[in-house]
Nanobody, 126 residues
Framework: QLQLVESGGGLVQPGGSLRLSCAAS???????IGWFRQAPGKEREGVSC????????TYADSVKGRFTISRDNAKNSVYLQMNSLNPEDTAVYYC????????????????????WGQGTQVTVSS
């Protein structure tokens, strides 16, 4: 089972930036990778994802233009650069993965992934 470990969360002021990292225990080139978040009292929602084998990204409307997902296959790692953060971005952020045929599209739905990290807290507050 693929193991995922997130890091990089913390407290940031509105308008600030954070870069989340997700380290995988094995190669992820043939995995679709997703970042999800869950705020208190809310369902987990998809933020961004990368297709298997390609750096073609999908973003939720709420983060388009502010967040950037990327992958470093040599390091078996995925990143989420978050800019122009606002209090509505406060949540626990999770990295998720699922093995897919190469170039298969990714999905921003939790049911589409079978490996999950433990999450990292992001708090946006002044």
């Amino acid at each position: 089972q693929l193991q995922l470990v997130e890091s990089g969360g913390g407290l940031v002021q509105p308008g600030g930036s954070l870069r989340l990292s997700c380290a995988a225990s094995e190669r992820i080139l043939d995995n679709a990778i997703g970042w999800f978040r869950q705020a208190p009292g809310k369902e987990r929602e998809g933020v961004s994802c990368l297709n298997s084998g390609l750096d073609f990204a999908t973003y939720a409307d709420s983060v388009k233009g502010r967040f950037t997902i990327s992958r470093d296959n040599a390091k078996n790692s995925v990143y989420l650069q978050m800019n122009s953060l606002n209090p509505e971005d406060t949540a626990v952020y999770y990295c998720a993965a699922v093995r897919k045929r190469l170039f298969a599209p990714c999905e921003l739905v939790t049911a589409g992934y079978d490996s999950w990290g433990q999450g990292t807290q992001v708090t946006v507050s002044s």
